[in-house]
């Protein structure tokens, strides 16, 4: 295949991917007078904010070559400090940025433990997700923290819900930021040394690029994002709840290797992992709305995982042969 040919369907696949999706649920005749709706479309959009809020900080990771496994459990524990914020009484702004800073900490530990001793990340964020769930049930007494309504519990509200607009302030909030971080990992020297860092640590480590700095950076910078999703949770709900999220890690991976990012690092972009977010909402919604069971929706979404794996794999193979 030209290979100009072949880089354009591996950038326009996950945008492929989501449309056959699309189609998929739309030929149901019983599903595609609602499932096509404006209103479907702004839950979907919403059911995606979080899942995509995540995916950002762990595009920047995976991209570097590495992984963070204690996603939920941060969600979960910044969603327990929004809420014990405001029962507090803190204004809002106060409780966004304490709840953001809460996120950076539990990242830049990750990042000074993996850069510091060299450990595999997988390992570290593996015993910081357990870490991280205990430390939000012991702030929230083991129950859920009910705080009375807060200005931040519209960040995620929905008005006027049989019509696609207005959006809630979270869905803006969402593309603003991948707006953003698309071009810092494309148009800025810090987003190349992450490409760099992923495609072969030594090698930018002889370039005189400060990996150890980076990673600390990288994995602070996805903290951010993963405390706004907790607190993207805390508007969702309404409360605290130290058991929300389980699993959530395994969704926001999902979304950043169906939108083309590869394991090994090196590849990945912010417009990949969105879409890749916004697939599995779809996927989603449709299964509730054809009625199948919460077991086949994983089934599926399990398959899909191991698909874009599979895909990903065998562009690397092809890679390597071209090169070799």
């Known amino acids: 295949m030209n290979p100009r040919l072949s880089r354009l369907l591996a950038s326009l696949g996950p945008l492929i991917g989501l449309a056959f999706v699309v189609g998929l649920f739309s030929l149901s005749p019983e599903v595609r007078p609602y499932f096509l709706t404006g209103g479907n479309f702004k839950i979907i959009l919403t059911q995606t904010v979080i899942v995509a809020t995540g995916a950002l900080g762990m595009t920047l990771i995976i991209v570097s ?12 524990l910044t969603s327990v400090v929004a809420a014990q914020l405001v029962l507090l009484g803190l204004p809002p702004s106060a409780v966004v940025l304490l709840t953001l800073l809460t996120g950076v900490l539990i990242g830049s530990l990750n990042g000074a433990i993996i850069a510091r001793f060299g450990m595999m990340p997988f390992i570290v964020t593996l015993g910081m997700m357990g870490v991280v769930r205990g430390a939000a049930k012991w702030l929230a007494g083991n129950q859920t923290v ?6 931040l519990n519209g960040l995620m509200a929905l008005s006027q819900p049989q019509q696609l607009f207005p959006l809630p302030i979270g869905v803006w909030v969402a ?39 980076h990673k600390l950076f990288i994995y602070g910078l996805a903290g951010v994002f ?12 309404t409360l605290g709840d130290p058991s929300v ?16 990012a590869s394991l090994s690092g090196g590849t990945g972009s912010i417009a990949g ?6 697939m599995m909402a779809v996927l989603r919604n449709g299964s509730n709305q054809m009625g199948w069971p919460t077991y086949m929706q994983e089934i599926i979404i399990g398959i899909v995982i191991v698909l874009a794996v599979g895909l990903d794999k065998w562009r690397q193979s092809r890679a390597a042969r071209q090169r070799g």
């Open 273 to 278: 992992s969105m879409i890749g977010a916004l």
């Open 245 to 260: 999220a389980i699993g959530l890690e395994l969704d926001v991976i999902a979304a950043v290797v169906i939108g083309g």
């Open 175 to 213: 593309i603003t930021l991948a707006l953003l971080m698309a071009v810092v990992l494309r148009q800025t020297v810090f987003g190349r040394y992450i490409f760099a860092i992923g495609s072969n640590e030594a090698t930018a480590r002889l370039c005189g690029i400060r990996v150890a700095l």
């Open 65 to 76: 070559g590495g992984i963070d496994l204690s996603v939920g459990s941060v969600v979960a």
């Open 226 to 237: 993963f405390g706004l999703a907790g607190l993207m949770q805390f508007s969702r709900l």
């Open 146 to 151: 009910n705080p009375q309504p807060s200005p």
